[in-house]
C-alpha cells in the first residue's frame, strides 16, 4: 500500500500539530506495512528528498502565499506525478491550494481528507473560496474528522455525514525523547519545581492574551513554549501587565518541550476560537498524566479534557473563569493528580498512535477495495457481458 500525504508544510521546515499528526499517522502506518511520502512546500533552496522516520519527506518551491495560503507551480505537476505511483492520495484540509491542485493534478487515486479545522477566520476570502471547498469536498471518496465533538460542531461536515468518519489523532510515546537528569534539573532550577506550561504555535486563536489577563494578580509559574506570529504582541501585554513569573523560551527542541512536559504541575490550554480543532500539545500533556485547563470551544479540546475527570474547562475568553480554574488546581494537588492519572489512562484508551493508524490502514484498504470494485463493473459494462450475479 503506498499513501501520498499532500499538505503546504512539514518537518523538517515546520513543526506544528498538523505536521506531529501527519509524523505520527505515517510511523505509525509504515509499521503496518504502508509506504508513506509527504509532499509538502518548502522556502529551503536544497530541497532533496529526505528520508525522516521511515518516510520520504519531497518538497517543491514555495513560490508565493495570499492569506497564509501556500501556493506552488512546481507542486501541481509533483503531485500530479506521485499521485500516479500512489495507491491512495491523504490530503490535510484546510489548504485552499491544494483543493485547487487536486483538480488541475488530475488526481484519479482513491482519495481521504484528514479534515482538521473550518476555516474560521477569512471571512472575505472564504467567500471567494467556497465553492472550490464544496467542490473539492464532493470529489474525495471519504472525510476524517479527528473526533466526535467536531463532526458534530461543523457545518461544513453536516453535509458530508455519508462519507465522514471519525478516527482521533494519536500519539506514540516512543517517538518522544527520554529526558536525563541533567536536563531536568537545568530546567527545575530555571522555572521552579511547579508550574503552568503551554506549548505550541503562538496564534491568534491559542487565547494566550486571556491567559496573561488571567494570571495577573497570580504569582504562579508559566512557561509559554514556541513562536509565532503573535510572539512580539504577547511579550508586549505581559509587560504592561508586569507579569514577572510569565517565561518565553521561544522555540525547544524535543529534549528540552520533553522535560518540561515531565516537570509541569499542568497544561494551560486557552485556545477560544474553533481553528483550534483538537489540540496536540493538549494530548502531549495527556499522554504525559498531568491535568488540563481547556475551554469549551465545540472541538476536539473536550474531548481529550473531560470536564471534572482529566482537568477543568471553562467558558472561552473568560479570563476571570481561567484565573479561578488555576487556583483550583494550584490550590488542590491532590485533585491535579486524581485527574493527571485519569487523563493518562483516557489517553491510553483512545488516543495512542497504533489507533489512529489501525484506523486509517483499514480505510486505505476499504478505499482501494471500492474502487477496485467499482474498476471491474465499468470494465464489465463497457465489454457487454452481464454481471455475475
Known sequence: ?????????????????????????????????????VLSLSRQKDLAPIAFDGHTVVRAPLNFEIASNACSWQALGALARMAEQADVVHYHFPWPFMDLAHFVARVNKPTVVSYHSDIVRQKRWLRLYQPLKFRFLDSVDAI??????????????????????????????ATYPNVDPCRLAHWRAKVGPK?????????????????????????????????????????EQAARLGLKHVLFTGALDEPDKA?????????AFPSHLRSEAFGISLLEGAMYGKPMISCEIGTGTTYINRAGETGLVVPPSDPAALREAMQQLWNDPELARRMGVRAEQRYHELFTSELMAAGYADLYKELVARRATATAGESVKLAGVPPAR
Do not use: W
Open 144 to 173: 476524517v474528522a479527528a473526533s466526535p465533538n467536531y463532526l458534530a460542531s461543523s457545518g461544513v461536515l453536516a453535509r458530508y455525514r455519508d462519507k465522514t468518519r471519525v478516527i482521533t489523532y494519536g500519539l506514540d510515546k
Open 195 to 235: 508550574f503552568f506550561l503551554f506549548v505550541g504555535v503562538l496564534r491568534y486563536y491559542k487565547g494566550l492574551h486571556i491567559l496573561l489577563e488571567a494570571a495577573k494578580g497570580l504569582d504562579y509559574p508559566i512557561v509559554i513554549v514556541g513562536t509565532g506570529p503573535e510572539e512580539a504582541a504577547l511579550k
Open 1 to 37: 500500500m503506498r499513501v501520498l500525504h499532500f499538505y503546504k508544510t512539514y518537518y523538517p521546515d515546520s513543526v506544528g500539530g498538523i505536521e506531529q499528526v501527519i509524523r505520527q499517522l505515517c510511523v505509525g502506518t509504515t509499521r503496518l506495512g504502508v509506504t508513506n511520502t
Open 259 to 267: 522535560a518540561l512536559l515531565t516537570l509541569c504541575h499542568a497544561l
